[in-house]
């Protein structure tokens, strides 16, 4: 009998160990701390901070400053760009016009926008709604961003160029992150509402969350007030940029908000898309864009960081486990803003980070907040992380390769006087070399903030010094092309970067003075 009782004391008290372990009492001020030092550690301008659980915002914390070399300090209501958090708001607003009818998950483009061209006719013509927001269409990751990216295109114009986008992998058999297709969906969403991607995010779920400092617009920057200023980095230290127009894409990455609204964003969608008892989203378009439609190989035969088993994307979401747990989530780069946004439905919790550098803790602070309140033995993810970027960066040898590489005192084949002319890129149409004050000046018609002048770097290769801050790519060359006469017929670019592929662009002469 008392061997029995024992053995049930024992089990009880295992199973409340257990269901403990998700509800341990968090240390507020030791995640403060945390945070604080975190920011410091990194250099990090300025952070902002959020934690929901059980439908309150129950921790928030700004660290840093708005702007480097100014005293102002970042609070909860703070905007930062999110970038490609505005993701899920679009597949959000798609959900709901399937919900009034207006469109299926399995429509095609081309129903909507008959315009819409891929590298290949037949995929062009069975490329679905569903396609696009999954990432699995068959161009490779951040391929072609160099059609929007600072450009002064329409949507539809942008659209349009995606024909000369190179294949990289069969469609529907891969994965390829890319903003290109969420562009896409705006213009749907467009197409069907009468009503601009920032006109349908304002209406159906801004309004209705009260969600107050939230804007897809820079012109309403400043009337709002109390916004963070954007940093890019060189020479390891931090410099203020200026904003970016995104809007004319803001499907893809647009959206400006701060930890309060987000906050309630994160809350609306842990309560499975009601908000106030109102279903503004409903189960069927809930699951749909939380179930993944493109899955990503687990190495399941060593440990992970997670404990994880799955890994996919679903519409607008990243989706895999944590510790046994599904999460929800994404991340954002905007031109000095890195974000991100984790959810863990079974547990009702949420971490909000914003930050407003490109050398950013996001995942760190997530994990930190995330093995807390979840009650797990966490690591210091920022330390461990912080290690692994600086390494990271520091085997980054691309550009201290081709300076190694540059031949001194050599001399160009051709006159500069060839060089001047006209060019042509399929993807972002004309490119200008001509003659300024005794050098050469590199223009875009169509990308402006993209000019740059060029000197001479060896042979027919040429640098380019670009004449606005940039948040992604610094130190980048041009190499002359040329015929058997020796006549100038086109260029190609190296700019090695991460994220904007100037290699695709390939530029083809098509006028001289």
């Not at 399995?106 to 013509?125: G, I």
Request: glycine share 8%; with cysteine.
């Amino acid at each position: 009998m008392k061997k029995m009782l024992c053995q049930i004391i024992f089990s009880l008290f295992v199973i409340i160990t257990i269901q403990g372990q998700g509800t341990k009492e968090v240390d507020y001020k030791e995640l403060d701390s945390y945070y604080a030092q975190m920011v410091k550690d990194w250099d990090l301008p300025g952070a902002s901070i959020g934690v929901v659980k059980d439908g309150k915002l129950v921790f928030s914390g700004n660290y840093g400053v708005l702007e480097k070399g100014k005293k102002g300090k970042p609070n909860a209501q703070t905007l930062y760009a999110i970038a490609s958090n505005s993701k899920a708001f679009t597949s959000a607003i798609i959900g709901m016009l399937v919900q009034e009818g207006k469109l299926n998950w399995d429509d095609r483009v081309k129903k909507h926008l008959p315009y819409f061209t891929m590298y290949d006719p037949w995929v062009s013509e069975h490329m679905t709604i569903r396609d696009i927001l999954s990432h699995r269409v068959g161009l490779g990751t951040f391929s072609g961003d160099n059609i929007w990216y600072k450009s002064n295109l329409s949507t539809k114009e942008i659209i349009e160029r995606i024909k000369y986008v190179p294949q990289a992998h069969e469609f529907r058999a891969g994965y390829g992150y890319s903003n290109l297709m969420y562009i896409t969906a705006g213009e749907i969403i467009k197409t069907v509402t009468g009503k601009s991607w920032g006109q349908n995010v304002k209406e159906r779920i801004l309004e209705p969350l009260d969600m107050t400092r939230s804007i897809s617009s820079l012109k309403e920057l400043d009337k709002m007030g109390n916004y963070a200023q954007p940093h890019a980095r060189k020479d390891d230290e931090n410099y203020v940029i200026p904003w970016v127009d995104w809007e004319n894409v803001a499907a893809t990455g647009g959206l400006i908000s701060s930890v309060e609204d987000l906050s309630k964003w994160m809350i609306f969608n842990l309560n499975n898309g009601i908000h106030k008892g109102d279903t503004l989203l409903t189960s069927a378009a809930r699951n749909m864009v939380w179930t993944p439609h493109n899955n990503f190989i687990v190495d399941h035969t060593s440990a992970n960081d997670f404990d994880r088993h799955f890994n996919g994307y679903g519409l607008g979401w990243g989706l895999s486990d944590y510790h046994g747990r599904m999460r929800v989530g994404h991340t954002g780069g905007y031109d000095g803003f890195i974000t991100a946004i984790n959810l863990i439905p079974d547990e009702n919790l949420g971490v909000v980070v914003l930050t407003n550098g490109v050398k950013s803790p996001i995942m760190a602070a997530t994990y930190y907040a995330l093995d807390h309140f979840l009650g797990i033995d966490g690591k210091d993810w920022s330390g461990e992380l912080l290690e692994r970027t600086n390494k990271n960066a520091a085997s980054d040898t691309r550009i201290a390769d081709r300076m190694a590489k540059r031949v001194l005192h050599s001399s160009p084949s051709v006159p500069i006087e060839k060089m001047v002319g006209e060019y042509t890129s399929d993807l972002c149409g004309s490119i200008n070399i001509q003659k300024k004050n005794e050098g050469l000046h590199l223009d875009f018609e169509n990308y402006p903030l993209l000019s740059a002048t060029l000197t001479h770097w060896h042979y027919d290769v040429w640098e380019i010094h670009w004449d606005h801050p940039q948040a992604w790519f610094g130190f980048g060359t041009l190499k002359l092309k040329t015929d058997n006469n020796l006549e100038v017929i086109g260029f190609d670019f190296d700019v090695p970067n991460d994220d904007f592929f100037f290699e695709e662009l390939k530029p083809y002469k098509t006028k001289s003075p």
